[in-house]
């Protein structure tokens, strides 16, 4: 259920007052101290991307296609044929080192305004993509439904998505199935749950039965977390709680009309809540999930085999935008660079409150937790095993999930390594891990196990 878009509430003036000009020592210090599947694998996808180079060498015109060439003379003699004249081992190994000229150099990214586009927004004004060849636009897109259809009708080159949502669109699961990569994460943590001032009173979640809370997205770690928090705490999140869809921009607003209790949203709107003295921070989602993934940079599988030069410069970029700004000393000058209006339009002291982690929490008290957002581009494989699971669990998809499978063949962790260690950053040398949430460790490699242990769950 969509709530009713409200107007803008960050077009006046006013509504920059507080914290800027209310005196408060918390918001004056910390502005201050500022089915078959037809997923290929990375290794698949490269490989087809190759030998259909050769077969265009080999014939000279473009319209035999790798498919064509199988056709002809049968799949084990291609590739025998292929391997006899080009080592293909050795070129998807070298792939990456020798991209040539990007084909297509005019892209368009969307990005959802929010603190968790950091690498992608800030790639534009500090010349990220100029770095590496690109002449890349960034389109403020107004939520995540709408950067999920307008990626599937090929208006964005690529996007800035929730990190759910390539595995959900792969799956078919509210949209239909296409098969979607997503070579980087953009950034860890950077979520909290808000509630309206006028709940100081009931802190504790035992408390939230009736409440209505919004999340940015179906498919998000927003409602997977929010949901896994209550649950955790005794309540059903289908029947003891509401939760409503709302794009990030719209929050506040709804906050401050009393349509929402709460929301568990990206920053800075939960920022913003405090700054317009109408919620306080709950808790940081960290303290749920230390260094759990938010958003990623994500594109159709389509744009790395029929563009890899373009999908490998704007990989580096994205990769290398995400390093600068895991720096902390970078983050003033990043929140300056992408608070302006075509950016986030946020004061950059809010950006900054979040950014730096030195932010008032509106009960009073000024906190400091620099990795309140903090940025890796890797992309765990047990990440997206956790994030299917979640979807099992509230039904979002049904019957048999071969979770590593999927979650392998949508996070591109060699990608991701490979260059990752080409920019000169260290990268894991494996992709799974057990991860703790709320305290109960998540064991990648016994999923089902794991939906099965949980005592609210869907049906």
Not at 82 to 105: C, H, R, W, Y
Not at 177 to 206: C, F, T, W
Not at 429 to 443: L, P, Q, R
Request: charged content about 20%; hydrophobic content about 40%.
């Amino acid at each position: 259920m969509t709530v009713k878009s409200l107007n803008d509430p960050f077009s006046s003036k006013a509504d920059l007052r507080h914290g800027a000009k209310c005196g408060c020592s918390a918001c004056t210090t910390a502005s201050g101290i500022r089915e078959e599947s037809t997923i290929q694998s990375s290794d698949e996808m490269m490989e087809r991307a190759i030998e259909s180079a050769i077969v265009r060498s080999v014939f000279g015109h473009s319209d035999i296609g790798r498919r064509s060439f199988m056709g002809l003379v049968g799949g084990g003699v291609a590739a025998a044929a292929l391997a006899s004249v080009f080592p293909i081992d050795k070129a998807k190994a070298a792939l990456l080192d020798t991209l040539g000229t990007p084909e297509k150099t005019d892209l368009n990214i969307g990005f959802v305004p929010i603190t968790c586009a950091t690498p992608i927004i800030m790639a534009q004004p500090l010349g990220f993509y100029e770095r590496y060849g690109l002449n890349a636009q960034v389109i403020k897109t107004a939520g995540w439904a709408v950067a999920r259809d307008k990626s599937l009708a090929g208006e964005y080159d690529a996007s800035h998505m929730l990190t759910p949502m390539p595995l959900a669109m792969t799956l078919g699961a509210g949209s239909v199935a296409e098969p979607y990569i997503m070579p980087a994460v953009e950034n860890i943590n950077g979520q909290a749950i808000v509630l309206s001032n006028e709940h100081k009173d009931k802190r504790d979640p035992k408390q939230w039965k009736g409440f209505t809370f919004g999340v940015p997205f179906e498919y998000s770690m927003h409602n997977f977390l929010l949901r896994y928090y209550v649950a955790e705490h005794g309540l059903d999140p289908d029947v003891d709680i509401q939760i409503r869809v709302v794009p990030p921009p719209e929050m506040v607003a709804n906050l401050r009309a009393g349509n929402l209790d709460g929301y568990l949203s990206p920053d800075p709107f939960n920022q913003r809540a405090v700054w317009e003295n109408i919620g306080f921070i709950h808790i940081l989602t960290k303290e749920i999930w230390e260094g759990h993934p938010c958003c990623a940079f994500a594109a159709p599988l389509s744009f790395a085999t029929e563009l890899p030069n373009t999908y490998g410069a704007l990989l580096k970029s994205i990769i290398d935008a995400t390093q600068y700004a895991s720096n902390p000393e970078n983050r003033k000058e990043i929140s300056a660079a992408i608070a302006p209006t075509n950016y986030l339009n946020q004061p950059v002291e809010v950006i900054e409150q979040v950014l730096t982690g030195t932010y008032a929490d509106g009960l009073g008290e000024v906190k400091q937790v620099p990795d309140r957002i903090d940025f890796d581009p890797f992309p765990w494989h047990s990440m997206g095993v956790w994030i299917l699971t979640q979807m099992k669990r509230w039904g979002y998809i049904e019957g048999d999930v071969d979770y590593k499978a999927v979650a392998e063949q949508v996070y591109l962790a060699s990608d991701a390594r490979k260059i990752m260690t080409d920019l000169g950053y260290d990268a894991p040398a494996e992709s799974y891990k057990s991860h703790v949430i709320m305290g109960k460790t998540f064991d990648p490699a016994t999923p089902e196990d794991y939906v099965s242990s949980f005592a609210i769950k869907k049906g």
